[in-house]
């Protein structure tokens, strides 16, 4: 500690204009100790708002700050890995400016946007002169630890500011003059402060200067280090990119030199990656490679289908390529994305939605019949072979058909749904068979593929075959037994892997002897056979088939599920439903729009299905009927929830109670296990 206060001598001392300076600085300070008053003609705003701050605080101004706060050598390490990269930068700026001030009893510090000293140079005299303060890495000289200094206020003020002598709040700052500058990111986030340090009478009016040129420059290689990674960043990001991008990418100079060709664009144009770059089209593709037509005429095209001869044979893809300009508008190169025809197709299936959602799970019934038709279908998903469909309308065969798909190795392709009987008969060979450009007035330019190109890995799903034209009978039938196709107005067959799922109500045998529908293409259907049952024929699960679709549209339609009146069951059971199970769903769904409490009954019902005079109507053995609708119901969804008695109350609407009084009265008991 030194033996005199360095503000009593420059009291007793003053005679110039610097020194009478701080001295009115100082006795401003004592009546701002005392009375908390400020000289606004002697106090900056900047140092009066530091000072009211401190004293909010509670800063004491009599602190030594030789126990200035020091962080454990666990923090110091944690903040100093936190702000490397700005340490880094900074370093070379603090030695060339230490360099510069050596010897002037001065130091030059970084601390941290919180306060905290980074890292420190200093000679040995201002080190000795100052160490009874606490100049040192780890030390916190934010001014709620330190009060008014160079390196807190320039945080809080978010500007350069010079804090000299008795500006200081702590008095043991007094002989101190500091310089810093808070150094901002460039993202303008404050990252810490410059700052330096000197004894009172050795301050220089360009001090605060020299600080704000380093903090620029240490700002400007921030910004130029950020640029420098962007760009690099940048570059990978392009290179990855280029490099596991699902489609092909090939770069070409206006000389024809290949400069970039990524793995699937080689596969695509079914050539040898490595070997090709660097090489000219002509040594390559030889002299007729459709792409550089971009080159030769200056026109871009997008999603155009090629067909191009390769050494070992062909390929088929789209591109889209644009070429490349210098500033001058003259043309350098060209860049073009290819696509198998393949990854086209499943493009389109996505967009359009032809993909299969549905599986055998989501067939709903207990119907013998019912699952035997299932259990015989799923063995049958699994092998390529046709399969046709026959059932009524509304009985599931898309369901049937998309289960099928879902069961078998072309889960991953495309399921198109052809409904042969709502194509317009003008339309039905373009939109099976696709057509070429300029095939015919009004056709797209570039040609189309058709339903089968873009199924094969897939399946096509024939809905409503007995209603086909006989003239497209014909040409579906070459297409079962050739496995390609030929586009309208095309001259090359087109190979396919398609599996055909056929689906009609109308009996097809019956339909060959009309004359309505071709022998040959009906053996070509009739591979394997399912006749889809219809609700009539399986009338059990349809109130196990009613109580599944409560569950499923009451929320849809923002309600808790009600709970299904018995006589509600009765007139279900009673119905014909010439609509079968489709039909079922939309009566459910209108009831459940009719329901104004937690019950569904009879009256919910359409007319057609439920009428007052029907309810005078009802015998002893409608009423038998009920119970044992109810008895199978509640039977039925025991054994599905494996007699989980909470489940299965759950899945009816009803109490557990009232569940076990049910089970009671009709005398129900677990398969096995009569407990």
């Given at each position: 500690m030194m033996n005199y206060n360095y503000m009593e001598?420059?009291?007793?001392e003053a005679g110039g204009p610097v020194d009478?300076?701080?001295?009115?600085?100082?006795?401003?300070?004592?009546?701002?100790?005392k009375n908390f008053e400020i000289e606004p003609y002697v106090i900056r705003p900047l140092i009066a708002n530091s000072w009211h701050r401190c004293l909010r605080m509670k800063v004491d101004s009599s602190h030594a700050l030789c126990d200035l706060r020091l962080l454990s050598a666990q923090q110091i390490e944690k903040r100093i890995k936190r702000r490397k990269k700005l340490i880094d930068v900074a370093m070379p700026f603090m030695t060339h400016l230490y360099n510069f001030v050596k010897g002037s009893d001065t130091l030059v510090c970084l601390a941290d946007d919180q306060g905290m000293i980074l890292d420190i140079l200093r000679d040995p005299v201002i080190h000795y002169r100052t160490k009874h303060i606490c100049h040192q890495v780890g030390s916190d000289w934010s001014e709620a630890?330190?009060?008014t200094n160079s390196i807190g206020t320039a945080l809080v003020e978010k500007k350069p500011v010079q804090i000299t002598a008795s500006e200081h709040y702590c008095k043991v700052l007094h002989e101190l003059t500091g310089s810093g500058a808070p150094i901002f990111s460039p993202e303008r986030e404050i990252l810490g402060v410059l700052s330096i340090i000197g004894l009172c009478q050795n301050q220089h009016p360009h001090t605060l200067g020299m600080v704000v040129a380093a903090v620029e420059a240490i700002e400007n290689q921030l910004i130029s280090q950020k640029a420098s990674y962007e760009l690099l960043i940048a570059y990978n990001k392009i290179s990855t990119a280029i490099n596991t991008m699902s489609d092909g990418l090939i770069a070409i100079e206006a000389n024809q030199q290949i400069t970039q060709l990524n793995s699937v664009g080689a596969k695509i144009l079914q050539v040898d990656r490595d070997e090709c770059l660097g090489k000219y089209v002509t040594e390559v593709f030889g002299d007729k490679f459709p792409l550089m037509e971009v080159i030769n005429t200056g026109r871009e095209f997008t999603d155009k289908e090629f067909f191009v001869e390769t050494p070992t044979g062909g390929t088929r893809f789209t591109s889209t390529a644009k070429p490349i300009k210098d500033e001058f508008d003259n043309i350098t190169g060209l860049i073009a994305i290819l696509r198998e025809m393949d990854s086209v197709h499943k493009l389109v299936h996505k967009m359009v939605g032809a993909q299969a959602s549905l599986s055998f799970d989501d067939i709903i019934g207990n119907d013998p019949q019912l699952h035997?038709?299932?259990k015989r279908a799923r063995k049958v998903a699994r092998s390529g072979s046709t399969v046709l469909l026959q059932g009524?309308?509304?009985?599931?065969?898309?369901?049937?058909?998309q289960a099928i798909h879902n069961a078998s190795g072309r889960r991953k392709g495309a399921f198109i749904v052809i409904n042969c009987g709502a194509?317009?008969?003008e339309l039905v060979e373009s939109e099976l068979f696709g057509y070429e450009d300029g095939a015919f007035t009004g056709a797209r330019k570039g040609g189309r593929p058709g339903k089968f190109e873009l199924a094969s890995g897939g399946t096509v799903f024939l809905d409503e075959i007995g209603d086909m034209?006989?003239?497209i009978q014909a040409s579906l039938l070459r297409v079962l037994q050739e496995r390609q196709v030929t586009r309208i107005g095309g001259q090359k067959a087109i190979p396919i892997n398609t599996r055909i799922i056929a689906a009609t109500n109308k009996n097809l045998a019956e339909e060959v002897d009309k004359g309505n529908f071709r022998l040959d293409l009906y053996y070509r259907l009739n591979v394997i056979t399912f006749h889809l049952p219809s609700l009539r024929e399986r009338s059990k699960d349809i109130p196990y088939l009613a109580q599944y679709f409560v569950q499923k549209i009451s929320p849809r339609l923002g309600q808790e599920p009600p709970t299904i009146a018995p006589e509600f069951y009765n007139c279900l059971a009673e119905y014909d439903w010439p609509g079968n199970v489709r039909e079922l769903e939309n009566v459910i769904e209108q009831a459940l729009h009719m329901v104004e409490s937690d019950i569904l009954v009879s009256e919910h019902l359409p007319d057609r299905i439920y009428t007052p005079k029907q309810a005078e109507k009802k015998t002893p053995t409608n009423h038998d009927k009920l119970k044992s609708a109810e008895a199978d119901v509640i039977k039925d969804t025991l054994e599905s929830t494996n007699w989980n008695i909470s489940r299965a109350a759950a899945v009816l609407g009803i109490g557990r109670n009232t569940l076990y009084r049910k089970i009671k009265q009709y005398d129900l008991a677990q398969e096995n296990n009569h407990a």
């Open positions: 001598r420059v009291s007793s009478r300076k701080i001295n009115r600085i100082y006795r401003s300070w004592e009546k701002f100790i630890i330190a009060g035997a038709v299932i009524e309308s509304g009985t599931g065969k898309e369901i049937f058909a194509i317009p008969r034209p006989l003239d």
